[in-house]
């Protein structure tokens, strides 16, 4: 979770030292920095390697597999589309899910 942070540290500053023609493409690599942290910080895994890897998930990781709002599938036209808006975990009752 450290090493996440510490992208997201550096994608953030990218940002912010970046020509404003490059801005846009460099939060959402920032935002995807963000989004892979939030699912380690969720769940301690990324949910979508478990089968590959014979792991069992979680009642939390299987509802976030389903929801659909993957990170990693996440295209940049799509996080367009949310404006610019991030991709974050939020805890409810016990339970994870995925919030855009």
């Not at 895994?45 to 389903?66: D, F, K, V, W």
């Amino acid at each position: 979770l450290a090493l996440q942070q510490v992208v997201v540290q550096l994608a953030e500053a990218l940002v912010h030292e970046a020509p404003p023609e490059l801005r846009e493409v460099l939060e959402f690599s920032a935002s995807q920095a963000r989004g892979h942290r939030d699912v380690i910080a969720c769940f301690g895994r990324h949910p979508h390697r478990n089968a590959i890897l014979g792991r069992e998930s979680t009642p939390a990781e299987l509802e976030h597999l389903a929801s659909g709002k993957l990170v990693h599938t996440r295209s940049m036209e799509d996080w367009q589309k949310q404006g610019t808006a991030s991709t974050a975990l939020t805890r409810t009752e016990g339970q994870s899910a995925l919030t855009a």
